[in-house]
């Protein structure tokens, strides 16, 4: 099969009819072998039953239905766990996504060998203050931070090779940074092609400004996880270390200071008096924590399943 195209939604009502003609035209112009798989996220509305009749009609199309809103992040999840595509293109279902950058987007993933290719809507159609600002922000934060270079690293128009999607985990919120999660996995061929950004047609945004809140916090998560997830014990062992002799040198420094000055018969303090003592040993004390949680973070390591410890793509003849 050509094409699977991974669909989460929220109450989409009004936008699936249209948006499954408008992929299906598409993809019989191009003559593609396709799936379409619409993965309900506990729509209230009446998501589930159009889906269902669209794939009465339609044997390309296919449906998840979650019992409750569980995320995009869960939604993509799932149907990256049943895409059984060449190619997986994911899409949102506002019809702000154009179905018509989808064979672009196939020819730079099977001609020019792309692992991964992220839609960039370099113009939009949405607030200034309310999306535009505050996504250029996150945007910027997320390229400094994980050192892939992409403008809209948001946008929900992508295109994978199928063995990206089948190597990577999207949990949480974590669907901001699948590049970065593809990244991580080792796939490093990624891309970037301009998009065109449909305004809104039907209904209202489901994402608030939390969303990005969210997105900052999840992006110091991947971070540290991306950086030291498979070895905890080189950042917090490393301060452990710094703090504990930091503490350590200065204890010994106040005790010498002490006897130096006893010594010499000058006057003195208690040590037990001596602010900087009780500075010195919180110091070590603390040292002494964070070497501990990196050495439990690594038994930890060591002792859960090891299924994920390397990343597979292909095996000849073994």
Partial sequence: MDLSIVIPLLNEEESLQELHDWIESVMLANKYSYEIIFIDDGSTDDSWEIIEKLAAANNNVKGIHFLKNYGK???????????????????????????????????????????????????????????????????????????????????????????VVKNIEVSGEMHRYIP???????????????????????????????????????????????????????LFGALGSIMFLIGFFSAGFIGFNKLYRLYEGLPTVLIANNPWFYISLTTMIIGTQLFLAGFLGEIILRARNQHDRYKISQILNF
Avoid at 113 to 140: E, I, Q, T
Avoid at 203 to 217: A, D, H, Q
């Fill in 73 to 163: 992040s869960q939604a993509l999840h799932a149907g990256f766990a049943k895409a059984s595509g060449d190619v997986i293109v994911t899409m949102d279902a506002d019809l702000q996504d154009n179905p018509e950058e989808i064979p672009e987007l196939y020819k730079m993933v099977t001609e020019q060998r792309y692992d991964l290719v992220s839609g960039w809507k370099k113009k939009r159609y949405d607030s200034l203050f309310s999306k535009n600002l505050p996504s250029k922000l996150f945007n910027w934060a997320a390229r400094k931070t994980s050192g892939v270079k992409l403008n809209d690293f948001n946008c929900g128009l992508k295109a994978y090779k199928n063995t």
């Fill in 180 to 234: 970065v999660l593809a990244k991580n996995a080792g796939f490093g061929k990624i891309g970037e092609k301009v998009v065109r950004h449909q305004a809104r047609k039907y209904g209202e945004t489901k994402f608030g400004m939390e969303r990005f809140i969210n997105g900052f916090l999840d992006l110091i998560t991947i971070w540290f996880l991306s950086r030291f997830g498979k070895r905890p014990m080189h």
